[in-house]
């Protein structure tokens, strides 16, 4: 089955530094993937659709300036959060979406990536 | 606009009780409908989708879930649930642009 690999799992970096999180798609490729943010106890807020080849997508309120992505190839997104802050420590998740089987499409998500901003 | 509602924050459950949890949806189109469980710490696993046909759609894990267009529910359903179902659970919509849009999220505990 499809599979998304998401690293790293977990993450602590200290306040100001920049923290690169990656996306993959392990057996398929995916033009399209899409980044959100969970907080505790929370759903899942889309943060930016990315797609391979272009600029990445960004929903109302998301600072694209704070949240570079990058999506240089049909199995690989990045998301760089930079200078970071505690306030920006959060569970962050992926997915990639593929063609299924009945021609709909379907996205896979990755394991997460858990920051911490000390 | 779209919008998911989960209306159940938590649900506790006996091991090998019946469990119903509760999803409904506002969308102006014919909707794409998911469920999906999320263990402590981990990313989202798909239990069961809905895209058309017929309406009782079956998953893993012995899940299953309901549309319903005349309520826009989906709930989603487990006749006995075993302790290791204890998660939290995300009903979602897919619009036209693929984008998901979740629910808040019920989370479940199951009592031995």
């Known amino acids: 089955g499809a599979v998304v690999s998401q690293h790293p799992s977990w993450v602590i970096c200290k306040s100001g530094t920049s923290v690169k999180i990656e996306c993959r798609s392990l057996d398929f490729q995916a033009t399209t993937m899409f980044w959100y943010r969970q907080f505790p106890k929370q759903s899942l807020m889309l943060m930016a659709t990315?797609?391979?080849?272009?600029?990445?997508?960004?929903e109302q309120g998301v600072e694209k300036d704070k949240f570079l992505i990058n999506h240089a190839s049909l199995t690989l997104s990045t998301l760089t959060v930079t200078s970071a802050h505690p306030e920006d420590s959060s569970f962050y998740i992926c997915?990639?979406?593929?063609?299924?089987?009945?021609?709909?499409?379907?996205?896979?998500f990755g394991a997460g990536s858990r920051l911490t901003v000390l | 606009a779209q919008s998911v509602t989960q209306p159940d924050i938590h649900i506790t459950v006996s091991e090998g009780a019946s469990l119903e949890l509760r999803c409904n949806y506002s969308?102006?189109?014919?909707?794409?409908l998911f469920w999906y469980v999320q263990s402590p710490g981990q990313g989202l696993q798909l239990l069961l989708k809905?895209?058309?046909?017929?309406?009782l759609v079956q998953g893993i894990k012995g899940f299953e879930a309901e549309f319903k267009r005349s309520q826009s529910s989906f709930n989603l359903r487990k006749p006995s649930v075993h302790w290791s179902d204890a998660a939290e659970y995300f009903c979602?919509?897919?619009?036209?642009?693929?984008?998901?849009?979740f629910g808040t999220g019920t989370r479940l505990t199951v009592i031995p």
């Open positions: 979602a919509v897919q619009t036209g642009a693929n984008n998901l849009f």
């Open positions: 997915s990639a979406k593929r063609q299924g089987l009945s021609g709909a499409n379907v996205l896979t």
């Open positions: 990315s797609n391979e080849g272009s600029k990445a997508t960004y």
């Open positions: 809905y895209f058309s046909g017929d309406t």
């Open positions: 969308y102006g189109a014919t909707p794409y």
